[in-house]
């Protein structure tokens, strides 16, 4: 059975120093304004764009339903900075289940919804980075599109 991703789990690696102008007002349109935010984004050339403009910045990979549920029970918040519950979820979603796999599939964006927020803020991972935070993930660093940053974020959660 083949697995279609749609959307790009995306996490801000770098901090605030010494991030010039233009990539600061990409990471705010993405919603990656501290060092260690995630956010879930659609797949598209535009998003894919942007996340190639702040690639010494920001990590990304393919997000799936399993690991968009994960953030949402633990890191999803709310306004006043409160875990989400099942009665934020939105009505046309049955479960936390449904709305995972509907923003791993694109069917609505973080952004998109109600009252939750459309950034998740993480630790940094137990047990530290295993590669490179300052390289590419082509040059055994962790930014740029890394294919090992879903068990990263598993530490980090």
């Given amino acids: 059975m083949m697995v279609r991703f749609m959307a790009y789990l995306v996490v801000r690696i770098k901090g ?11 990471l ?9 935010r995630a956010t879930i984004v659609p797949e598209s050339k535009e998003y894919l764009g942007m996340l190639r403009t702040v690639k010494d910045v920001v990590a990304w990979t ?11 029970e633990k890191r999803g918040r709310k306004a006043g ?4 519950t099942t009665s934020d979820i939105p009505k046309e979603y049955k479960s936390l289940d ?9 069917k609505v ?18 047990g530290g980075f295993k590669r490179k935070t300052k390289t590419q993930y082509a ?8 294919n090992e940053l879903v068990e990263i974020v598993k530490r980090m959660l």
């Fill in 16 to 26: 605030t120093v010494n991030i010039p102008q233009w990539a600061r007002t990409t």
């Fill in 28 to 36: 705010d349109g993405l919603n990656l304004d501290k060092r260690f």
């Fill in 62 to 72: 393919k997000a799936d339903a399993s690991i968009v549920k994960e953030l949402l």
């Fill in 81 to 84: 900075y409160k875990p989400i």
């Fill in 98 to 106: 449904d709305l995972a796999s509907a923003i791993a599939e694109n």
């Fill in 109 to 126: 964006a973080m952004s998109k919804l109600e009252g939750i927020k459309p950034w998740f803020a993480l630790s940094p991972p137990r």
């Fill in 139 to 146: 040059q055994e660093g962790v930014l740029g599109e890394d």
